[in-house]
């Protein structure tokens, strides 16, 4: 390539780039405009300064409840003490969830020690309720009512399980008639 025809080239590049800048419109820093402007930035407005706290605040609160959720899943024997440590972390800004959320996942070697169970008494009363339907196998209405006894023995058991346990007695003993019936 000559050096005429590489400064013919040079000038047209040159020449486009000024077309270019000469057809520019103006820059827009948004789509809107005018109202429609106004109107997006008050929604905007409202949606930061109601929706996200709330959000924030209802998000904070489930984290919260996820021990105490967990307890009763476990049926775990201190539920109740977990529900109000998670409540205290609440008004502790979190610092106690933590404490909560491994209290939630263990299970207390002397609770068991001390009561004969490591479970909730709200467990019994949910399992007396599948036995009075007929949805409790027989060996674990048996292991049930063993535990209650247990319970009875170290002098534990609750006014309401006491009256569980002699019903469930009897609730095992109607379900090995029909057994020794069909010998």
Request: hydrophobic fraction near 55%.
């Amino acid at each position: 390539m000559s050096m005429e025809a590489s400064i013919f080239v040079r000038e047209m590049k040159r020449a486009a780039l000024a077309a270019l800048l000469l057809a520019a419109t103006n820059a827009r820093a948004s789509f809107l405009s005018g109202e429609a402007l106004d109107t997006a930035a008050d929604w905007l407005a409202i949606f930061v300064l109601i929706l996200v706290p709330v959000t924030a605040i209802v998000l904070f609160w489930l984290v919260h409840i996820l021990p105490e959720k967990i307890a009763e899943k476990r049926h775990h024997p201190q539920k109740t003490a977990i529900n109000t440590l998670c409540l205290l972390s609440l008004a502790f800004g979190g610092m106690l969830w933590p404490i909560a959320w491994l209290w939630a996942y263990t299970r207390p070697v002397a609770y068991k020690m001390a009561y004969g169970t490591d479970k909730h008494d709200d467990y019994f009363v949910e399992m007396a309720h599948k036995a009075r339907r007929g949805e409790l196998p027989p060996a674990e209405l048996a292991h049930l009512r063993e535990e209650l006894e247990a319970m009875a023995a170290k002098g534990n058991l609750p006014a309401a399980l006491f009256e569980l346990r002699a019903e469930l007695k009897g609730l095992e003993t109607q379900a090995a008639l029909p057994a020794e019936v069909s010998r």
